[in-house]
C-alpha cells in the first residue's frame, strides 16, 4: 500500500490510522467530517499536520482529488465505528454520494476498508445499514472489520474509560452508553497495525478483531469495577461462516496500554485534571 484515503481522519480511530500509516511512509489523504465540537482537533491537526505525506481535504473536494489519481492503486478507509460510537451515523447521508461515486470511477484500482462496529452483527443499525448495502458494489474489493470496544489516546468521552480516568481526579457522572461493547475491547494502537496487516494481506472478506486471550478481558473488566460499579448482561454474538475470527498477534499489555491512555488524558486535561 502507497496511498490511502481517510474518511473521518480525525475521529478516534480514523486519527489513530493516520497517525499510522503516515509512521510507515505511506501517502494519506484525510477527509475530516463535520462532527460535534472536538476540543483537542487542533492538537491533532498540528501532531500529523507536519507530516509531508499528509494531505486533507474537504469531502467536497473529493472528485478533484480522484482526477488526479484516477488509475493509482489506494485504499479508502471509512470508519463507520466512528460514526456509530459518537451518534454521528446520520453524517453517512452526506458523504454517501461522493464517497461512492470516488469509488466507482476509479473501481479496478480501489481497496475499500469499512470499520463496523461489533453491534451490526446483533441488530440493525438504519444509516449503517443503507451504506453497507449502497456500497457493496462500489469496488471489486471490500474488507469489512468489526471491532469490539476500543481504548487508548484520543479516546472520546462517551466511552467509560475515557470516563474512568476522569473521575479520578475531578467529580463527574460515569455512565456506560448502550452503544459500547462490553465483551471484549481492544487497544487502538494494536487495532490498527492488525487493520494494517489485514489490508496487506490482499485478501477481501469480513473480519471480527478480538483480544483473543481471557486474561485481557479481565484485566479490562477489573479495571472498570475498580473505578465504578457496573453489571453488565453478556450478548450472545452471532458469527456465521463468512466471518472470520482475528486475534490480535501482537496485544499491548493492559496496565502499559491503560496507563497511556490515562497520561495522555491527563495532559490534555492538565487545567481540569
Not at 505511506?26 to 507530516?51: C, H, M, Q, W, Y
Amino acid at each position: 500500500m502507497d496511498k490511502a484515503v481517510i474518511v473521518g481522519s480525525y475521529h478516534f480511530v480514523g486519527f489513530e490510522l493516520c497517525q499510522s500509516l503516515l509512521n510507515k511512509g505511506i501517502e494519506v489523504t484525510g477527509i475530516p467530517l463535520a462532527a460535534k465540537s472536538d476540543p483537542f482537533l487542533e492538537d491533532k491537526k498540528l501532531e500529523i499536520g507536519r507530516n509531508a505525506n499528509f494531505t486533507e481535504i474537504s469531502i467536497s473536494q473529493l472528485n478533484i482529488h480522484m482526477d488526479e489519481d484516477i488509475n493509482k492503486e489506494q485504499i479508502v478507509i471509512f470508519s463507520l465505528y466512528d460514526l456509530y460510537m459518537e451518534q454521528e451515523e446520520s453524517l453517512l447521508q452526506v458523504v454517501f454520494e461522493p464517497v461512492t461515486q470516488y469509488v466507482k470511477q476509479n473501481k479496478d484500482h480501489t481497496k475499500m476498508v469499512i470499520l463496523i462496529p461489533i453491534q451490526k452483527l446483533c441488530e440493525n443499525i438504519r444509516y449503517i445499514d443503507e451504506f453497507l448495502e449502497q456500497t457493496r458494489e462500489c469496488v471489486n474489493h471490500t474488507l469489512y472489520i468489526y471491532l469490539p470496544a476500543v481504548f487508548g489516546p484520543w479516546q472520546p468521552p462517551v466511552f467509560l474509560f475515557h470516563q474512568a480516568i476522569i473521575s479520578s481526579s475531578q467529580e463527574g457522572t460515569i455512565s456506560l452508553s448502550e452503544r459500547e461493547w462490553t465483551e471484549d475491547t481492544l487497544y487502538v494502537t494494536d487495532v490498527a497495525e492488525a487493520i494494517f496487516d489485514l489490508i496487506e494481506s490482499g485478501e477481501p472478506g469480513h473480519f471480527l478483531l478480538e483480544s483473543g486471550s481471557k486474561q485481557y478481558q479481565e484485566q479490562c473488566a477489573a479495571y472498570v469495577k475498580e473505578k465504578i460499579a457496573l453489571t453488565v448482561n453478556p450478548r450472545s454474538l452471532p458469527i456465521d461462516a463468512q466471518i472470520r475470527k482475528v486475534s490480535l498477534k501482537n496485544l499491548t499489555p493492559f496496565p502499559e496500554a491503560i496507563t497511556k491512555q490515562e497520561e495522555h488524558v491527563k495532559y490534555y486535561y492538565k487545567n481540569q485534571v
